[in-house]
C-alpha cells in the first residue's frame, strides 16, 4: 500500500435528522501517521459526523475510504474489525462489568478462552507507560464519570487501531497524564496510525495536531496546516466566525462566611477520608476544587448538595446549620448543584427540554399555582433559556438525551443559574462547550460571585479554575490536601498537589 494513499477519507457525508442537518456534503482526509484537529461549536456536527466513521449513524449521503478501499459500516462492530476506534465524549462501557472485562469485551480470545494473564500485563504497560491506571477488578458502576471516559482512553490504547477518534479525550487528566496521553499519541502517529482529536481545548489541539479542519453549523469551513501562522485565537475565530470573548477574574472583596463544611468525611466506593474535610466558601468568592477524577470531589460535592449524606460532619449557609439535608432542603436554603453527570443525575434523558428545565420546580410559582401546572409559563421559561445560552437544536420539545453532550450542558447551566443561587455548587460547568459557551458560562459565574454567591467550582480543566477562582484546594484521596490564594498557586504545584506530591508550601488555613 503506498504511503501516499490517505488512511480515511470521509467524502461527501450528509446526515439529517427530521428537518435539522447535522452534516452536509463533510469531506474530510486524514493520513497515515497524521493527528488532525476537528474543531467547531457546539452543535457543528464533529460528533455526528464520527458517530457515522464508527457506525453509530447511517450516513444519508457519502462514502468512506479505509486504506483506498471504499468500506460500508453498519455497525460499531464493523468499525472495530476494519480497525477504526472511538473514545466518545459519554462512555458505553458495560457498568456490571469489570474495567478488565470491558477491556477484553468482543476480542475473539484462543480456543475459546479469553487471554486475561495478556490482558493484565498489557494494562499494565499502558498504566506505567501514559499513567492511565485503573484498578482491572473494579466494577464500572462504581468508577466516577471521569473514570470512565480514562477506561475508555485505555480501551483505545489497548485495541491499536488504524484510525483513532478522540472526542475530548483530556477533559479529565492531570497535566502530567496529559503529557502521558501526548506521547502515546505521538508513538501511534509515529506507527503509521492517522489520529482525528477533538478537543475545545486549543492550546492541547495546536500542541498535538499537524493540521486543523473546522466545522460550522454541520459544514467545514476552514482547513490548515497546525504552524507557527496558528493561534488560538485564529482558530476560535474561524470556529465562531467572529472574535470570541475571554472573560477575566477581577479580584475583588469578599463578604462573610456563607457556607462552611465541617468535618466532612467522605465513604467513596470503600474508599474513607484520611481527614476531614473543613471548607469555606465566603460570599462573592470562588473556591476552585481542583483533583483527578475520581478523588473524593463527586462525593464532596453530592455530601454537601444533600444527595448523599457524609460519615460525619456539618454543612451550614450563612450561620444557619442544616438539619436532615436533602437535595429539596438544600435547594429551600438557597443552594443549586449542577452534578458532573448531567443525563444520570442532571436531566432525564426520555423527557422534553421545556420539562426538564424546570425538573425540581414543577411545583413552584411560576409553572404551578393551587396546584395547576402552568405549560404556557413552563414553555416560554425554557424558550428565554433556549435563546439566551444558544441551546441547539432550539426545540423545547425536543428529548434531552439526544441532544449532544456540549448543548446538554448549556441546559443545566441555564436552568439551575437562572435561580440566582445564594450558594452554587457547580462540577465540570464547561466540559464539552465551545469557545462562545464558555466565554458565556464564565461570564455568568462571575455576575453571580460579583452579586455575592459563594461558588464551588470543581474542575478538571486547571486553566479554568485559575481563570475563575479566587482560591483553590485540591483534592487527593478523598481529603482536601493542600489549599491557598489563586495569586499564590501554580499550575506546577497545584498538578503535583493532584498526584499527592505535595508542595512545599503549608496549606492555607
Same mark, same amino acid.
Given at each position: 500500500m503506498s504511503e501516499e494513499v490517505p488512511v480515511l477519507v470521509l467524502s461527501g457525508i450528509t446526515k439529517t435528522f427530521g428537518n435539522v442537518i447535522a452534516n452536509n456534503a463533510v469531506t474530510l482526509e486524514v493520513r497515515r501517521g497524521e493527528i488532525v484537529g476537528l474543531l467547531g461549536e457546539n452543535g457543528a456536527g464533529k460528533t455526528t459526523l464520527m458517530n457515522v466513521l464508527f457506525g453509530l449513524y447511517r450516513a444519508d449521503e457519502g462514502t468512506i475510504l479505509v486504506e483506498g478501499k471504499q468500506i460500508h459500516v453498519t455497525s460499531t462492530a464493523d468499525a472495530i474489525s476494519l480497525g477504526i476506534g472511538m473514545v466518545q465524549q459519554h462512555s458505553h462501557a458495560v457498568e456490571r462489568h469489570t474495567v478488565l472485562d470491558n477491556l477484553l469485551l468482543g476480542l475473539p480470545g484462543s480456543n475459546g478462552l479469553l487471554d486475561k494473564t495478556s490482558a493484565l500485563q498489557r494494562l499494565k504497560e499502558i498504566g506505567d507507560a501514559y499513567g492511565l491506571r485503573l484498578d482491572p477488578a473494579r466494577p464500572v458502576h462504581t468508577l466516577a464519570v471521569g473514570e470512565r471516559q480514562r477506561l475508555d482512553i485505555i480501551r483505545a490504547l489497548f485495541r491499536r487501531a488504524r484510525v483513532l477518534i478522540l472526542d475530548e479525550p483530556t477533559s479529565v487528566l492531570t497535566p502530567q497524564e496529559v503529557e502521558g496521553l501526548f506521547s502515546a499519541l505521538r508513538a501511534l502517529k509515529a506507527d503509521g496510525v492517522g489520529i482525528i482529536f477533538i478537543s475545545h481545548k486549543l492550546n492541547e489541539v495546536r500542541a498535538i495536531t499537524d493540521r486543523v479542519v473546522v466545522m460550522r453549523r454541520g459544514e467545514v469551513?476552514?482547513?490548515? =496546516? @497546525?504552524?507557527?501562522?496558528?493561534?488560538? %485565537?485564529?482558530?476560535?475565530?474561524?470556529?465562531?466566525?467572529?472574535? !470570541?470573548? &475571554? #472573560?477575566?477574574? #477581577? !479580584?475583588?472583596?469578599i463578604g462573610d462566611p456563607r457556607l462552611v463544611a465541617r468535618g466532612i468525611e467522605l465513604d467513596s466506593h470503600g474508599s474513607q477520608s484520611p481527614l476531614p474535610i473543613n471548607l469555606t466558601i465566603h460570599s462573592g468568592e470562588i473556591l476552585g476544587i481542583a483533583g483527578v477524577s475520581g478523588n473524593g470531589q463527586v462525593a464532596l460535592a453530592e455530601a454537601i448538595a444533600g444527595v448523599k449524606l457524609p460519615r460525619h460532619g456539618s454543612v451550614s449557609i450563612d450561620g444557619v446549620s442544616i438539619d436532615n439535608p436533602s437535595p429539596a432542603v438544600m435547594q429551600k436554603a438557597g443552594l443549586a448543584f449542577i452534578p458532573e453527570d448531567r443525563i444520570g443525575a442532571g436531566f432525564v434523558g426520555p423527557m422534553a427540554l421545556k420539562d426538564n428545565m424546570v425538573l425540581s420546580r414543577f411545583s413552584d410559582a411560576p409553572f404551578s399555582r393551587k396546584g395547576w401546572i402552568n405549560w404556557k409559563n413552563i414553555l416560554d421559561f425554557a424558550n428565554m433559556q433556549i435563546a439566551e445560552y444558544d441551546i441547539r437544536p432550539p426545540d423545547p420539545r425536543m428529548p434531552v438525551g439526544?441532544?449532544?453532550?456540549? @448543548?446538554?450542558?448549556?441546559?443545566? #447551566?441555564?436552568?439551575?443559574?437562572?435561580?440566582? !443561587?445564594?450558594?452554587?455548587?457547580?462540577?465540570?460547568?464547561?466540559?464539552?462547550?465551545?469557545?462562545?459557551?464558555?466565554?458565556?458560562?464564565? &461570564?455568568? %459565574? +462571575?455576575? /453571580? &460571585? =460579583?452579586?455575592?454567591?459563594?461558588?464551588? /467550582?470543581?474542575? *478538571? *480543566?486547571? $486553566?479554568?479554575?485559575?481563570? %475563575?477562582?479566587?482560591?483553590?484546594?485540591? +483534592?487527593?484521596?478523598?481529603?482536601?490536601?493542600?489549599?491557598?490564594?489563586?495569586?499564590?498557586?501554580?499550575?506546577?504545584?497545584?498538578?503535583?498537589?493532584?498526584?499527592?506530591? %505535595? !508542595?512545599?508550601? $503549608?496549606?492555607?488555613?
Open positions: 469551513v476552514a482547513g490548515v =496546516d @497546525n504552524d507557527d501562522t496558528v493561534t488560538n %485565537l485564529s482558530l476560535a475565530t474561524m470556529m465562531c466566525g467572529h472574535e !470570541p470573548e &475571554r #472573560v477575566v477574574r #477581577v !479580584p475583588h472583596q439526544l441532544m449532544s453532550g456540549g @448543548n446538554q450542558q448549556k441546559a443545566i #447551566v441555564a436552568r439551575e443559574l437562572a435561580f440566582e !443561587p445564594r450558594v452554587l455548587i457547580i462540577a465540570q460547568p464547561t466540559r464539552g462547550l465551545d469557545v462562545s459557551a464558555i466565554a458565556f458560562v464564565h &461570564r455568568s %459565574l +462571575m455576575r /453571580l &460571585r =460579583d452579586s455575592g454567591c459563594a461558588i464551588m /467550582l470543581i474542575s *478538571d *480543566d486547571l $486553566d479554568e479554575i485559575f481563570q %475563575l477562582s479566587d482560591r483553590v484546594a485540591v +483534592m487527593y484521596e478523598n481529603s482536601v490536601v493542600w489549599e491557598t490564594p489563586i495569586e499564590t498557586a501554580t499550575v506546577s504545584t497545584v498538578g503535583l498537589a493532584m498526584n499527592g506530591s %505535595l !508542595p512545599t508550601q $503549608d496549606a492555607a488555613a
